[in-house]
Nanobody, 129 residues
Framework: QVRLAESGGGSVQAGGSLRLSCEFSGYNYNDGCIGWFRQTPGREREGVAL?????????YYTTSVKDRFTASQDTTNNVLSLVMNDLKPEDSAMYYCAAVQDSWCYRRMLNQPDAFTYWGQGTQVTVSS
């Protein structure tokens, strides 16, 4: 059984930083896509960063977080991380890690949350101005 569990959310002032972690278990890393999504009430879930499951760095970032957020994967301990710097109020959202097997990442999947099979429970990030 595949399980994803996020941690590390919280509240921070604009310009601050947070680090999110997602622990994977039961996932087959041979040929899949993993990454981070976020969602605010009333809006579609949006992709933040995606990487092939065999990679340690992302292939794709959404434009609004590029140069501020850094995703990485510790393949030894099966942990996906997201370091978020220079946070802005518009970054406030519930952040989810997600995974799919038998599919490498494609940029279009940043806008295709339905392409992902496995999801964590989410962790809230709130940025105040």
């Amino acid at each position: 059984q595949v399980r994803l569990a996020e941690s590390g959310g919280g509240s921070v002032q604009a310009g601050g930083s947070l680090r999110l972690s997602c622990e994977f278990s039961g996932y087959n890393y041979n040929d899949g896509c993993i990454g981070w999504f976020r969602q605010t009430p009333g809006r579609e879930r949006e992709g933040v960063a995606l990487m092939d499951s065999t990679s340690t760095v992302p292939e794709y970032y959404t434009t609004s977080v590029k140069d501020r957020f850094t995703a990485s994967q510790d393949t030894t301990n099966n942990v996906l991380s997201l370091v978020m710097n220079d946070l802005k109020p518009e970054d406030s959202a519930m952040y989810y890690c997600a995974a799919v097997q038998d599919s490498w990442c494609y940029r279009r999947m940043l806008n295709q949350p339905d392409a992902f099979t496995y999801w964590g429970q989410g962790t809230q990030v709130t940025v105040s101005s």
